[in-house]
Antibody, heavy 119, light 112 residues
Framework: QVQLVESGGGVVQPGGSLRLSCAASGFTFSSYGMHWVRQAPGKGLEWVAFIRYDGSNKYYADSVKGRFTISRDNSKNTLYLQMNSLRAEDTAVYYC????????????WGQGTLVTVSS | QSALTQPRSVSGSPGQSVTISCTGTSSDVGGYNYVSWYQQHPGKAPKLMIYDVSKRPSGVPDRFSGSKSGNTASLTISGLQAEDEADYYCCSYAGSYTFYVVFGGGTKLTVL
């Protein structure tokens, strides 16, 4: 069965950096696009970034463009999110989610990792 | 790109039907048949319930249905059950010259 496990969250000071990882299993990782979606405490969902199956194209929400970088290592079945110049408003649970390929949607989600930006 | 508009809360009694609306613009909901809906229970990850406006993934009960008219999409849950109580989020493709996705603010469904 599809499994997505995020890691790398924690507490970081404003202006700092953090790298999240998402380990995938149960499907052919190299055949599917992948997303990061975040949820601030008590708030709604916000799409963050998308990377195509082969890493050829990457797309970002306006709120993170220029600060965050999505990447993947298909040999390790792992998705990454490098987050730089972090702000208090980046505080959220970050989910990785699988693209179903047949639709623009998120068909499987990890359990999320919490990032807290605070001094 | 702005967030889609959903009612903050809806409620219904067991066995009844409820409909949650999701209003966008011609640049997102009205422009593409790429609306999806997600159910989220407290402390849990979201779950895909509807994609491509009205398609149900395998395993999702047929009590859940989706539709769209103009710039507004809707999720209808019939035969309400206690376990349907959750937050529901709509989502739409919104990219014109690039890939972009927007979510609604979420709707809290209470089963009375």
């Amino acid at each position: 069965q599809v499994q997505l496990v995020e890691s790398g969250g924690g507490v970081v000071q404003p202006g700092g950096s953090l790298r999240l990882s998402c380990a995938a299993s149960g499907f052919t990782f190299s055949s599917y696009g992948m997303h990061w979606v975040r949820q601030a405490p008590g708030k709604g969902l916000e799409w963050v970034a998308f990377i195509r199956y082969d890493g050829s194209n990457k797309y970002y929400a306006d709120s993170v463009k220029g600060r965050f970088t999505i990447s993947r290592d298909n040999s390790k079945n792992t998705l990454y999110l490098q987050m730089n110049s972090l702000r208090a408003e980046d505080t959220a649970v970050y989910y990785c989610a699988k693209d179903p390929r047949i639709a623009i949607a998120f068909d499987y989600w990890g359990q999320g990792t919490l990032v807290t930006v605070s001094s | 790109q702005s967030a889609l508009t959903q009612p903050r809360s809806v409620s219904g009694s067991p066995g009844q039907s409820v409909t949650i609306s999701c209003t966008g613009t011609s640049s997102d909901v009205g422009g593409y048949n790429y609306v999806s809906w997600y159910q989220q229970h407290p402390g849990k990850a979201p779950k895909l319930m509807i994609y491509d406006v009205s398609k149900r993934p395998s395993g999702v009960p047929d009590r859940f249905s989706g539709s769209k008219s103009g710039n507004t999409a809707s999720l209808t849950i019939s035969g309400l059950q206690a376990e349907d109580e959750a937050d529901y989020y709509c989502c739409s493709y919104a990219g014109s010259y690039t890939f972009y996705v927007v979510f609604g603010g979420g709707t809290k469904l209470t089963v009375l």
